[in-house]
């Protein structure tokens, strides 16, 4: 099977059920950002030793694959059966963030990203869960969605914030405090 189909050549792609829209409809941009968000998860994972990091951000890019499918899935055409997101999905980022917070200094200003690789990484990757939140809220204004995806895109880019701040701290990485010119 040949990676190209020469389908697309004109500006259109096909969702799973077959219809076929603009690349730059709402609904590609959601998906293709999500697919985004998942190659930098990857840098994040490439930047780490901690095995328990890295089966989080495996863990992580399956649901991500999971978000991707239903959003490439035409919500009124598509019979094919593709994996279900569920509310212990979102769980889960909330109980890996509360081990992490417990081992973390309470927060008491805003911090600049940085202090180490993968900790910017981790804040490059946060930054594009919120930017493909943001797309899933405004799809979901016209199209279907499937109605855990857009709370999983919010829980998952503070679970990236946490993360972040929990590498640093492993690796004893600055915190950089924002000292706001008044």
Known sequence: MKIYTKKGDTGTTGLIGGTRVLKSSLRIE??????????????VRDHLTTQTYIDQLI????RLFTIGSSLASDPEKSNMKIPDLLEKDIELLEKWMDEM????????????????????????????????ERII????????????VGAYMNRLSDYLFVLGRKIAHDLNAPEQPWKPRL
Do not use: K, W
Request: glycine content about 6%.
């Open 101 to 132: 917070d417990q081992e973390l200094p309470e927060m008491r200003f805003f911090i600049l990203p940085g202090g180490h690789p993968a900790v910017s990484f981790c804040h490059v990757a946060r930054c594009v869960s919120r930017r493909a």
């Open 30 to 43: 959601s998906y293709g950002t999500v697919d985004e968000l998942n190659s930098y998860i990857g840098v």
């Open 59 to 62: 863990e992580v890019q399956d």
């Open 137 to 148: 809220v405004d799809l979901a204004q016209h199209e279907f969605v499937a109605p855990l």
